[in-house]
């Protein structure tokens, strides 16, 4: 018996104009941006004037949605129904390019090409831990403000831990206060403090022997880094903070996504309790990549059961074969001489009707006598073989489903929806619409 969570209704979260903003996070690789084009163009085929910010999508599917060049500006998407008055634009953030924008946007000229030019400031843009979730969370805010799009769906990078989106700006923010002034100024207490990664060639260099190993240059490079990035810190943080009040806003709507694995949907349930002490509204759980069967009503146990049938009954059956005058004729005979002259695959049809009686496999082969023996082995085994996939596969649909009511016994106030695991990767605006149709009416297959 599996358990109940209430429905995730993707259509009215959709369709009510209230939704501004959509956030889709969950452990890495679980289908965040598949899901976030998918929303994005179910809304847009269902009336919204969207925008997809995406991060990192893989290259099929950005250039199934016109996204072909990272420049850090929404593009509207060919391809998208806009019958009922909506439309689609997509984006892939451009890390560094939003970290420049911040700057120009904060300070004079002068100082942002200071800034801008400096190596230290390179390295920070380009390479820091959390800058990516920083600066879509800036880019979120940039979009927000542009007033251009009456919804929103935010993808989230990459991250190995769903709570990191959370996390990084918070500690990009406390990173680039005044205390970081100060282990500038001070390099000698540096040890052991986190965060300052980014400048690991720089610090470990002003670590003790600072004025000894490092150039003029160098030190000059710190120093006009340190007094430009000065007044930016303070905007920083407010920025941080300002973008944090904006995903707690009653517009916004968290769609935390999972495989139905425990990691991810241990992760998922960590990420559910972090939105409820931090007042973000969830609107539910994606379960995506789910695996169905189309013949779930032949439990693991019975295929395996009736695959060992099988495979006795073909063995039995060689044993008598080998005894007897002309076996090498007998494949080409089970499979061509039929009276009307079509081609039936006997062995075949022996596999089909014991999925249905497993019970009685064991019986079969050995009476079929010796003549045909040699070709039922061949098909039999076959058969044997198929029943074996379907009995792992049914193994996966109960796992799945155990870990997933694991989740529900937890959390059992979260609403959820299902997506099957499609049988290819999902690239394509078709893909997208069959992904978006499943998140809004559950799984297509049973
Ligand atoms: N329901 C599905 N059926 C089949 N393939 C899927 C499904 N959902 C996602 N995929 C595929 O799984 C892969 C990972 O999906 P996606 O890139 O959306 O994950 P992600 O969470 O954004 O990953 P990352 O954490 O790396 O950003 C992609 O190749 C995508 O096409
Ligand atoms: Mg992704």
């Known amino acids: 018996m599996s358990l109940e969570s209430p429905e995730l209704e993707i259509d009215p979260l959709l369709d009510d104009r209230r939704t501004r903003i959509v956030v889709c996070c969950g452990s890495g690789g679980v289908g965040k941006t598949t899901t976030a084009a998918a929303l994005g163009v179910r809304a847009a085929e269902r009336g919204r004037t969207a925008v997809v910010l995406t991060i990192d999508p893989a290259r099929r599917l950005a250039q199934s ?8 500006t929404p593009r509207e998407v060919a391809g998208i129904d806009r019958s009922a008055g909506g439309s689609l634009h ?23 090409r200071a800034i801008l030019e400096n190596p230290f400031y390179q390295s920070l843009s380009a390479g820091f831990a959390g800058t990516q979730e920083y600066m879509a969370m800036e880019k979120l805010g940039q979009l927000r403000a542009q007033d251009a799009w009456d919804l929103i769906i935010v993808d989230t990078p990459p991250s190995r831990s769903a709570l990191d989106f959370l996390d990084a700006p918070k500690r990009l923010g406390s990173f680039l206060d005044g205390r970081f002034i100060k282990l500038l100024m001070a390099p000698a207490k540096v040890g052991g403090r986190a965060g300052v990664k980014f400048l690991n060639i720089g610090m470990s260099m002003m670590t003790g022997t600072l004025s000894k190993v490092m150039g003029a240059n160098l030190l000059r490079d710190i120093q006009t880094f340190v007094a430009a990035m000065d007044t930016m810190f303070g905007g920083f943080r407010t920025r941080a903070d300002a973008t944090y009040r904006l995903l707690q806003a009653p517009g916004t709507a968290f769609l935390v996504v999972a495989a139905p694995e425990r990691d991810a949907l241990r992760e998922a349930a960590y990420f559910v309790e972090r939105l409820a002490d931090e ?6 759980l ?19 059961a009736a695959a060992e049938a099988l495979e006795d009954a073909a063995a039995e059956a060689a044993e008598g074969s080998a ?14 001489k039929n009276p009307d002259g079509r081609i039936v695959d006997h062995g075949a049809g022996h596999a089909d009707s014991r999925q249905d009686r497993p019970d009685d496999a064991g019986t079969a082969g050995a009476t079929d006598g010796a003549s045909d023996a040699s070709a039922t082995t061949g098909t039999e085994r076959l058969a044997a073989g198929l029943l074996r996939l379907h009995a792992e596969r049914m193994q996966v649909v109960a796992r799945e489903r155990r870990t997933r009511d694991r989740f529900v016994s937890v959390h059992p106030e979260v609403p959820m929806v299902e997506v099957t695991a499609l049988p290819g990767d999902v690239h394509d605006l078709e893909g997208l619409r069959a992904i978006g149709h499943e998140l809004a009416e559950g799984p297509a297959a049973a």
Do not use: C, I
Request: hydrophobic residues 40%; charged residues 25%; without cysteine.
């Open 286 to 304: 994606v379960l995506n990549r789910v695996h169905g069967s189309g013949a779930a009503q032949l439990t693991a146990e019975r295929a395996l």
């Open 279 to 284: 007042d973000m509204p969830l609107a539910g």
């Open 90 to 112: 997509a984006m892939m953030l451009d890390m560094k390019r939003t970290f420049d924008e911040v700057v120009v946007q904060h300070s004079d000229p002068e100082r942002a």
């Open 323 to 336: 005894a007897g005058p002309d076996t090498g004729e007998r494949d080409v005979a089970l499979t061509e």
């Open 65 to 72: 949605m016109g996204l072909t060049e990272l420049d850090n």
